[in-house]
């Protein structure tokens, strides 16, 4: 049963666009939201990360936008640069938990072409 | 700053070799995980320790045992390789094992099983 699934798989911006990608949840229990992203021959690195309390969170370009409601969040990449160029991947876990596990979605290849 | 160091970064191995793949962090964490990435599989959790003296089964554990050596190292061994395990491995670490602490990753190490 796959916990988090992200869409799309792959995506292709010209620069100065905006990219989105977006993550659907089924465990109401998650309450953490992080967005990791990887270069390749890289691993990945977190990017930026969101607790279900606020709407919305934004760092520089990065925006992650939350609905609890619909168990959605999605990262916006606004003024997309080739060197934002990577694969993302959503995840979430439960922060309450003793031992916690972060389920990742399947990743997005983000492609910002020049 | 060396951060999550794995080594190899490369191995070929032939059905039925083992092999272990080696992790070190050099920022005094407490919890440590080894995933594997396959194409369109994105990050999958195989097995973490939460702190040192303690391993736990991740998402797919079968196949692979691990060694908490001490709290710096943590090791994962492949018994008699198969070639569905050919994958990038990935280890990371994290302060604690709470689910909204941001894992460090390090760069992996990409198997091929023959």
């Known amino acids: 049963q796959q916990q988090v699934k992200q869409s799309p798989q792959s995506l292709i911006v010209q620069k100065g666009g905006i990219s989105i990608i977006n993550c659907a949840y089924e465990?109401?229990?998650?309450?953490?939201f992080p967005w990791y992203q990887q270069f390749p021959g890289k691993g990945p690195a977190l990017l930026i990360a969101?607790?279900?309390?606020?709407s919305e969170k934004k760092e520089g370009r990065f925006t992650i936008s939350f609905n609890k409601s619909a168990k959605q969040f999605s990262l916006h990449i606004m003024d997309s640069q080739p060197g934002d160029s990577a694969t993302y991947f959503c995840?979430?876990?439960?922060?309450?938990?003793?031992?916690?596990?972060?389920?990742f979605g399947k990743g997005t290849l983000l492609t910002v072409n020049p | 700053n060396a951060g999550v160091t794995q080594t190899p970064k490369f191995q070929v191995l032939k059905t039925g070799q083992s092999m272990t793949l080696q992790c070190a962090q050099d920022m005094n964490h407490n919890s440590m995980y080894w995933y594997r990435q396959d194409p369109g599989m994105g990050l999958r959790l195989i097995y973490y320790s939460a702190s040192e003296g303690t391993t736990d089964k991740g998402e797919v554990p079968n196949g692979y045992n691990v060694s908490r050596l001490n709290k710096r190292e943590f090791s994962l061994r492949l018994e008699s390789a198969a070639p569905s395990q050919t994958s990038v491995y990935f280890c990371?670490?994290?302060?604690?094992?709470?689910?909204?602490?941001?894992?460090?990753f390090g760069d992996g190490t990409r198997l091929s099983i023959l």
């Open positions: 969101i607790r279900p309390d606020v």
């Open positions: 465990n109401t229990a998650f309450d953490y």
């Open positions: 990371a670490s994290s302060e604690y094992s709470r689910g909204n602490q941001p894992q460090h």
């Open positions: 995840a979430a876990s439960n922060s309450g938990g003793s031992n916690y596990k972060l389920t």
